[in-house]
């Protein structure tokens, strides 16, 4: 293995001392960013960088490469200056256009935008959970790959987490499932700077964290000062020593660390310094006062020396790499696999084919046969529900428990924790290697929603089952029945929701989500039967593809009226179509199981499927209109749900709420009467 770089006692101080200018200069230019934080944290940054991080600048995609995620995505600069000076391909200009239209150095840092940023991180601890993700993942592909004597995925995982990233639950709840699991891999340093924005820690945060981690099984340790580089690297080799439980090494820092009057000030936190305050800090580190983005020489060769190491590291992995695709020609092939993302050819040839005969279930159901149909095939799907398993239908049968000692099994339990689970989620999908999955009854997506926008922003091709989807679900009540988050889901950009209407459709739906590696892709799917769309009489399920079709065309093939619907309304619009057929009325029924997938066709087929020359057009979902008008237009209207549900056998709840073929014929000759159709 390669040797730490080691360089003279001064040097290290001058590297040290160039993150923090360079974070000073780069907020001072964009007169905005937080300057206080890089300044504190530059010798952690430094250390990890040179000393510890087993990572190869060139080849930021090194899939063994050690992960480092700065959860206090607000200290951006700290990571730009270390990327930049370690060598990646980015830019002193990029540095000097911090926060600037087009740049790779935005206010926060943005994965796939920046090479070395391994997540996106702002809003506070997201980047805690997305690391136990990563953490995960390692630890379960290390268990399903490497042989003795044959280590093909060793690496770990490092962050730097704040007071903001430790007050925010998201982080507790992950820290619980990362003692639980014994990830042993996961390295973090706290930054106990006792400052936030609003002034001192101590205004909102008393606990003992040492006490809090110790509690979740986490091996704990403390520097005393962030600028003692020898205490800082003794803690991380000891972390690193550290292989059963995770590990938290509290930093006692200072914000803005020698500047005369910002240090230890929250005005640090989010403001530049000012000209003045740059020099006179400057000064006070002996630096030249008039530099800007100066980066001495010694330290560019210093810094520069994490090539020639990380390549190394990546030629020792490789050769390794060779001797296990020898020893282990499938498995090797089957980690390729894994690791490119690639479907295995004719894995859609297991998707089950659904039919009438198969009887009637509840679109959940439907799914949990498609989960064991493709598990076999699709080795990298692995996941789980947060506690609710057995009502989910998301195991996978024979796949065994993911806990610490199995980490290489499939079924993962999240416990009670939606908002972990779903930054652990991308974490994994940021990892690689595994594609994987969440479940919790739909109206609980609220309890995850901030990770689902990540996901989305971070074009994640990670999978939730959302069940219970709507006051269908019954006598839980109106806590349990969604009724605005349907809505509020389609409104994050790049998200994907599929609400499928039955057995084939549901099968669609899988076969989607898996094809989806732009983005996240949410299945919502029902509590309640749904009846059985008898697909010898109207279109077959492959239409779903395209997010929605005709799938009961009028008679005469001349609509007069368009029924929209989704999910297990899909059943409801079809018995309705029937009461307006007889009475003369043509209708069309067009089952919309994805508006966004649908949205996203050429508007060819959009008006195939809804002609523009109808404009008498019911939707029907169980659920709040907003969104829908765009497709009913001004002529149409929404049987929809305006209000909470209530607590009752879901048969009388529908009934109450309009949910009746016989309402939505009502309506529908409402609408048809307005739109002058009738
Ligand atoms: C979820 C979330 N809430 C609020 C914010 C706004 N915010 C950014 S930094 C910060 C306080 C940070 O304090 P700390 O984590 O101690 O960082 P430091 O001041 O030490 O840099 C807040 C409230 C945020 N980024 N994310």
């Given amino acids: 293995m390669s040797a730490p770089l080691k360089p003279p006692p001064d040097l290290d101080r001058l590297c040290v001392d160039t993150i923090r200018t360079l974070a000073m200069d780069a907020v001072q230019a964009a007169n905005a960013g937080h300057p206080g934080t890089p300044m504190a944290l530059a010798p952690l940054a430094y250390v990890l960088f040179t000393r510890h991080l087993r990572h190869n600048p060139r080849q930021p995609g090194w899939p063994d490469r050690d992960r480092f995620v700065l959860s206090a995505g607000h200290a951006s600069m700290l990571l730009y200056a270390s990327l930049h000076l370690a060598g990646y391909d980015l830019s002193l200009e990029e540095i000097k256009n911090f926060r600037q239209w087009g740049s790779r150095t935005p ?176 000064a006070a580190y002996g630096w030249p006062t008039d530099a800007k983005f100066l980066v001495p020489d010694e330290v560019r060769a210093h810094f520069g020396g994490c090539v020639p190491r990380g390549e190394k590291l990546q030629a020792e992995w490789e050769a390794r790499r060779v001797a296990y695709e020898k020893a282990f020609p499938d498995l090797a092939a089957a980690w390729r696999a894994a690791l490119s993302a690639q479907l295995p050819a004719g894995w859609e040839r297991s998707l089950p084919a659904f039919r009438p005969e198969d009887g009637s279930a509840a679109t959940r159901s439907w799914s949990q046969k498609v989960i064991n149909a493709l598990a076999p095939v699709v080795a990298t799907l692995t996941g789980g529900s947060a506690d609710l398993a057995p009502s989910t239908n998301t195991l996978i049968k024979g796949g065994g428990d993911l806990e610490a000692g199995s980490l290489g ?59 219970h989807d709507s006051v269908g679900l019954g006598e839980d009540g109106p806590t349990h029945q969604p009724v605005e988050q349907l809505a509020a889901l389609r409104a994050i950009p790049g998200m994907t929701v599929i609400r499928p209407a039955d057995g084939p459709e549901t099968a669609e739906a899988w076969r989607a989500a898996l094809l989806n590696t732009a983005g996240p892709t949410l299945l919502v799917l029902s509590r309640q039967k749904v009846p059985i769309i008898d697909r010898s009489r109207f279109a077959p399920a492959a239409g779903a593809l395209r997010g929605g079709y005709v799938l009961a065309e009028a008679a005469g093939g001349k609509p007069r009226l368009l029924l929209l619907a989704t999910g297990s309304e899909v059943g409801l619009a079809l018995a309705a179509r029937e009461i307006l057929e007889a009475e003369g009325t043509p209708t069309r029924v067009v089952s919309l199981p994805s508006l966004e997938v649908f949205a996203r066709q050429d508007a060819a087929y959009r008006d195939t499927v809804l002609p523009p020359g109808v404009p008498a057009r019911l939707a029907v979902e169980a659920a709040t209109a907003f969104g829908w008008h765009r497709w009913v237009g001004t002529a149409g209207d929404v049987v929809s749900i305006e209000h909470f549900g209530a607590s009752a056998p879901y048969e009388r709840i529908f009934q109450e709420f309009g949910f009746t073929a016989e309402n939505v014929a009502k309506r529908a000759r409402a609408v048809l009467a307005r739109a002058g159709g009738a």
Avoid: C
């Avoid at 609003?198 to 520097?223: M, N």
């Avoid at 499939?410 to 994987?436: Q, T």
């Fill in 409 to 467: 099994a499939r079924n993962m339990h999240f416990g009670i924790r939606e908002h972990a689970m779903g930054g652990v989620l991308n974490g994994m999908a940021l990892h690689g290697g595994v594609r994987p999955y969440g479940a919790t009854f739909m109206v609980f997506s609220d309890y995850m929603r901030p990770s689902l926008r990540l996901a989305a922003l971070m074009k994640l091709p990670v999978i939730v089952v959302f069940t």
């Fill in 107 to 282: 206010g926060h840092p943005e994965h796939g935008l920046t090479p070395g940023v391994e997540t996106t991180t702002g809003p506070l601890g997201q980047g805690f959970a997305n690391g136990v993700g990563m953490a995960i993942a390692e630890a379960h592909l290390a268990a399903q790959f490497n042989r003795p004597g044959h280590v093909l995925v060793d690496h770990r995982i490092y962050a730097i987490v704040s007071d903001g990233d430790l007050m925010e639950g998201i982080s507790h709840e992950a820290a619980s499932l990362a003692g639980h699991l014994r990830l042993g891999k996961l390295i973090y340093l706290y930054d106990d700077n006792h400052i936030t924005i609003e002034g001192a820690t101590d205004l909102a945060f008393s606990e003992d964290v040492a006490q809090r981690f110790t509690g979740y099984g986490w091996h704990v340790q403390r520097v005393a000062d962030a600028n003692d580089l020898a205490a800082l690297d003794a803690a991380i080799r000891a972390a690193q020593a550290e292989t059963a439980r995770p590990s938290l090494i509290i930093v006692r820092s200072h914000i803005a660390w020698g500047s005369p009057h910002k240090q230890d000030t929250a005005e640090a936190h989010g403001s530049p310094l000012g000209a003045e305050e740059v020099a006179l800090t400057k």
